[in-house]
């Protein structure tokens, strides 16, 4: 994300807190209670000040605090029996290519951040940070009073509004009072709705020892598992519910609300499996023996890279987008020149059909050429059947010759009786006296001349 866009994100942010906590206070509470500082007074709104601090307090944190990344020169301990992340297809530990440095278990590089991140759970674009080892306790404690601040909020406002549904007069709110109710509704609402529906999942986590990316690793070894592809494999990091949490907010469960530093470097996790070298999250079995995929040589293909044996054509003409056949009717320029095979006249505005036969290829011919399209949709693509170019090349050359006024043809005044007679000495005693005779005269026209010299 954008410097600039992240900021924005936090300042919205704030400004959703800090908006209900004043306002419910100064347009709300403090008039309901005849503007005169009470015991009873006091005694409401205290807690609630505490709680919108240690709100904010909380969000700073996870703005401000390191998540935490690779030290340089980090290399894991190989020889040591604490037990290390390694790559499936090569056995070597884990290394990110673009920090260039060794990646701890349960690290992941961040694109935002761009940086490997220890223990990463997600990158969070409402405090513009990575949220990691070293403040995913303060992320947890931050959706932890947001919950409480905002159901508090809510039990402050409504007991004013049921205390203005009654029959004394004096406790009717008025209409500043009454526009700034509305307003601390349809902002606090929507948002303990939302955080509220995050932080169950995140507090589900917190008792599982399980990051965001774990949770998605942990769903597709369950599919996996579902299908009978593998054998239940238990998550390696899951301690228990009190460790569990002690490993992120402390040991001493009376600071598991306060702001504290978590536990350990995030270079290293306790295990509870007996095997060090834990293999997850599990691989797809099937996958291990799967063939590489290569690319066909052409890319008209069927099935498994061959043309289509029974690719047969349907109909020449187009198909619109709603299913009726029709033709184009909009005059387009030719790419090719004249003397191409292939060019057709742009002023032609209809392309009589081809008729159709299965034994000749030349019934098959690309898009674009005489107005019949014969192609067939595959399953990735059209399907064109090859076309004998050498048998369009040779229609096209009768068609020009055959047409009324283009060429002189030269019709001889004497025919032969049968192919018999026409033997070859005499062809080429004819041809010596004729070139002789053209020699001699000088002025012979290239009408008598035959058609075969020419």
């Given at each position: 994300?954008?410097?600039?866009?992240?900021?924005?994100?936090?300042?919205?942010?704030?400004?959703?807190?800090?908006?209900?906590?004043?306002?419910?206070?100064?347009?709300?509470?403090?008039?309901?209670?005849?503007?005169?500082?009470?015991?009873?007074?006091?005694?409401?709104?205290?807690?609630?000040?505490?709680?919108?601090?240690?709100?904010?307090?909380?969000?700073?944190?996870?703005?401000?605090?390191?998540?935490?990344?690779?030290?340089?020169?980090?290399?894991?301990?190989?020889?040591?029996?604490?037990?290390?992340?390694?790559?499936?297809?090569?056995?070597?530990?884990?290394?990110?290519?673009?920090?260039?440095?060794?990646?701890?278990?349960?690290?992941?590089?961040?694109?935002?951040?761009?940086?490997?991140?220890?223990?990463?759970?997600?990158?969070?674009?409402?405090?513009?940070?990575?949220?990691?080892?070293?403040?995913?306790?303060?992320?947890?404690?931050?959706?932890?009073?947001?919950?409480?601040?905002?159901?508090?909020?809510?039990?402050?406002?409504?007991?004013?509004?049921?205390?203005?549904?009654?029959?004394?007069?004096?406790?009717?709110?008025?209409?500043?009072?009454?526009?700034?109710?509305?307003?601390?509704?349809?902002?606090?609402?929507?948002?303990?709705?939302?955080?509220?529906?995050?932080?169950?999942?995140?507090?589900?986590?917190?008792?599982?020892?399980?990051t965001t990316i774990e949770g998605w690793e942990k769903d597709k070894a369950a599919m996996l598992r579902r299908h009978g592809k593998i054998e239940e494999v238990k998550f390696p990091y899951n301690l228990g519910v009190k460790r569990n949490i002690?490993?992120?907010?402390?040991?001493?469960?009376?600071?598991?609300?306060?702001?504290?530093?978590?536990?350990?470097?995030?270079?290293?996790?306790?295990?509870?499996?007996?095997?060090?070298?834990?293999?997850?999250?599990?691989?797809?079995?099937?996958?291990?023996?799967?063939?590489?995929?290569?690319?066909?040589?052409?890319?008209?293909?069927?099935?498994?890279?061959?043309?289509?044996?029974?690719?047969?054509?349907?109909?020449?003409?187009?198909?619109?987008?709603?299913?009726?056949?029709?033709?184009?009717?909009?005059?387009?320029?030719?790419?090719?020149?004249?003397?191409?095979?292939?060019?057709?006249?742009?002023?032609?505005?209809?392309?009589?059909?081809?008729?159709?036969?299965?034994?000749?290829?030349?019934?098959?011919?690309?898009?674009?050429?005489?107005?019949?399209?014969?192609?067939?949709?595959?399953?990735?693509?059209?399907?064109?059947?090859?076309?004998?170019?050498?048998?369009?090349?040779?229609?096209?050359?009768?068609?020009?010759?055959?047409?009324?006024?283009?060429?002189?043809?030269?019709?001889?005044?004497?025919?032969?009786?049968?192919?018999?007679?026409?033997?070859?000495?005499?062809?080429?005693?004819?041809?010596?006296?004729?070139?002789?005779?053209?020699?001699?005269?000088?002025?012979?026209?290239?009408?008598?001349?035959?058609?075969?010299?020419?």
């Open positions: 994300m954008h410097p600039i866009l992240g900021r924005i994100a936090i300042g919205f942010v704030l400004f959703l807190i800090i908006f209900p906590i004043l306002t419910s206070q100064i347009y709300i509470v403090w008039p309901w209670y005849g503007r005169e500082l009470s015991v009873e007074l006091i005694t409401l709104l205290l807690p609630f000040n505490i709680l919108a601090v240690m709100l904010l307090w909380n969000y700073f944190l996870c703005i401000f605090t390191d998540p935490g990344e690779v030290p340089d020169g980090w290399k894991p301990d190989t020889q040591s029996g604490e037990g290390y992340e390694v790559k499936r297809l090569t056995g070597c530990p884990r290394f990110c290519r673009t920090c260039e440095k060794f990646k701890p278990p349960r690290s992941h590089h961040c694109r935002q951040c761009n940086r490997c991140v220890l223990r990463m759970d997600h990158h969070c674009p409402w405090t513009n940070n990575c949220i990691g080892h070293f403040n995913y306790g303060h992320f947890v404690r931050f959706l932890f009073y947001v919950d409480v601040t905002c159901s508090y909020h809510l039990a402050m406002v409504s007991y004013r509004v049921v205390a203005a549904s009654g029959r004394r007069y004096y406790d009717e709110p008025t209409g500043a009072e009454l526009i700034f109710i509305i307003l601390n509704y349809v902002f606090v609402v929507p948002v303990i709705m939302v955080v509220g529906a995050f932080s169950i999942y995140h507090f589900h986590s917190l008792l599982g020892n399980t002690a490993s992120i907010l402390g040991n001493n469960p009376l600071l598991w609300c306060w702001p504290t530093v978590p536990p350990g470097t995030g270079l290293k996790y306790q295990l509870s499996v007996a095997d060090e070298h834990h293999n997850w999250p599990p691989r797809d079995p099937t996958l291990t023996n799967q063939p590489p995929f290569k690319l066909p040589d052409s890319p008209w293909t069927y099935e498994n890279g061959d043309v289509n044996p029974n690719l047969r054509p349907s109909n020449g003409r187009l198909r619109g987008v709603n299913g009726n056949r029709h033709k184009s009717t909009e005059d387009s320029v030719s790419a090719l020149p004249p003397y191409h095979p292939d060019y057709e006249d742009p002023g032609d505005s209809i392309h009589p059909e081809r008729p159709y036969s299965p034994d000749s290829d030349s019934d098959y011919s690309e898009e674009g050429y005489s107005g019949a399209v014969r192609v067939r949709r595959g399953s990735e693509g059209y399907e064109v059947r090859p076309v004998n170019r050498e048998q369009m090349f040779q229609e096209y050359v009768q068609d020009q010759i055959n047409e009324a006024g283009r060429y002189q043809v030269y019709e001889p005044e004497h025919t032969l009786e049968s192919d018999e007679d026409f033997e070859e000495d005499e062809f080429e005693e004819d041809v010596d006296e004729l070139s002789g005779e053209v020699g001699d005269a000088g002025t012979i026209s290239d009408d008598d001349v035959p058609l075969a010299l020419r």
